[in-house]
């Protein structure tokens, strides 16, 4: 009893004491910012046709729908072109900034508002990516995900050299008049009204308590903070186990699926063939469409019951990103695929993304030094051996 005791004791110690996974939820956070980033890009010439007042899904179709389901989406507030426009730039904006890390806590929000705003504007429009980043980006409010790999834990390393912060104050006061003037106007629900201005005075008082009690106060509002990131890393894991063993019992039940011809069909819909002739040749050899039909159901079955051997998982977790780059290139779904794989990379080993993130540092310093000077950029030379050796742990 006294063995069980100190082991849940350790626990509750960790879970409060550290917010885990910091280079997991990093890439997570990367990987679904750059995404949704570059999906607006491409979008960019058709966002009117999207999700704007030109599109088949009218504004007043949207209105109907959402007073049923109570969708929470900024461009309802007003039916204008310039308002869609500033909406549209405040999502992108939100997304690159995110994605660099600068005020992630504040960007996260705003990248949520973006994210609900759109997608929940015309809800017809996405290829199944659109769901997941949908729920990734209200998770990722609650983590502390900014740091390493951020621009915030850059600056939190320099703080001594660059003094008091007043950009974050000067933020948080601009987003506490707007919010004011949204809810004063009554645009937002109570719900959503709550739940903004909880988050707003949540970000002043750590500012404060940071700034003016950085003793016990700070002590506790790290455990806090410790607790919903660890909560929401958990229920981003949650969710993409769900995802897999919800898509493989599915498929299981299809009888394509269990006579191994899923695959063949996809592959000869011209909407979903960017390269008729790749997709043609892999059709072509049953045995193969047989493997990988196969292979699908197996990895996404089997994927949640391997989270605690690590070596399994790893191979698992490397063939289902094997597979999302595939549905990417024979499919013509690049948002999607790049969304799971995204999701897939909560799982990846800190040792592995630690090598990888040496390797871009390092590149990045030689791709400098060598633009500098004008000299060519150098190879790199391979890493230290007891990096390499625990790359499946």
């Given at each position: ?28 956070r ?5 995404t ?29 729908l ?17 308002w869609?426009e ?105 719900g ?36 919903a ?54 059709a ?37 990103i ?23 990379a ?28 004008g ?15 625990t790359?499946?742990?």
């Amino acid at each position: 009893m006294s063995s069980f005791n100190r082991t849940l004791g350790d626990a509750v110690q960790r879970v409060t004491s550290t917010a885990l996974g910091p280079y997991q939820s990093a890439v997570v956070r990367i990987g679904f910012s750059a995404t949704w980033l570059l999906f607006l890009l491409s979008e960019l010439p058709h966002r009117r046709e999207l999700y704007g007042p030109d599109g088949p899904w009218s504004w007043d179709m949207a209105q109907q729908l959402i007073a049923g389901n109570h969708a929470f989406t900024a461009l309802m507030w007003s039916d204008t072109a310039l308002w869609f426009e500033l909406v549209y730039a405040l999502a992108l904006l939100s997304a690159l900034l995110l994605m660099l890390g600068w005020r992630t806590r504040t960007m996260s929000v705003l990248f949520m508002i973006g994210v609900l705003s759109l997608q929940n504007r015309s809800i017809f429009m996405g290829d199944g990516g659109d769901n997941i980043v949908h729920l990734i980006a209200i998770y990722l409010v609650f983590t502390r995900c900014g740091q390493v790999w951020s621009l915030d834990a850059r600056r939190a390393a320099d703080t001594g050299r660059q003094g008091v912060d007043r950009v974050g104050p000067a933020l948080w006061a601009v987003l506490a008049l707007a919010l004011a003037v949204v809810t004063f106007m009554g645009e937002l629900s109570w719900g959503w009204a709550v739940v903004l201005w909880a988050l707003w005075a949540g970000h002043g008082l750590w500012w404060a308590v940071n700034r003016y009690a950085p003793g016990e106060p700070r002590t506790l509002l790290d455990v806090f903070a410790n607790l919903a990131h660890n909560a929401g890393l958990f229920v981003i894991m949650a969710e993409v186990c769900l995802v897999y063993a919800t898509a493989g019992w599915y498929k299981i039940q299809g009888s394509r699926w269990q006579d191994g011809t899923a695959l063949y069909y996809p592959l000869h819909l011209d909407y979903f063939s960017p390269w008729p002739s790749l997709s043609g040749l892999l059709a072509s050899s049953g045995v193969m469409v047989l493997l990988l039909t196969y292979g699908t159901v197996i990895v996404q079955v089997a994927f949640p019951f391997t989270l605690f051997n690590r070596r399994v998982k790893n191979v698992l977790l490397a063939l289902m990103i094997a597979e999302h780059a595939g549905i990417a290139l024979l499919l013509g779904l690049p948002f999607f695929s790049l969304a799971m794989i995204a999701a897939d990379a909560v799982f990846l080993p800190t040792v592995f993304l630690l090598w990888l993130g040496g390797r871009a540092a390092r590149g990045r310093d030689r791709l400098r030094t060598a633009t500098r000077r004008g000299d060519p950029v150098p190879e790199q030379r391979s890493e230290g051996a007891e990096v390499d050796r625990t790359l499946v742990g």
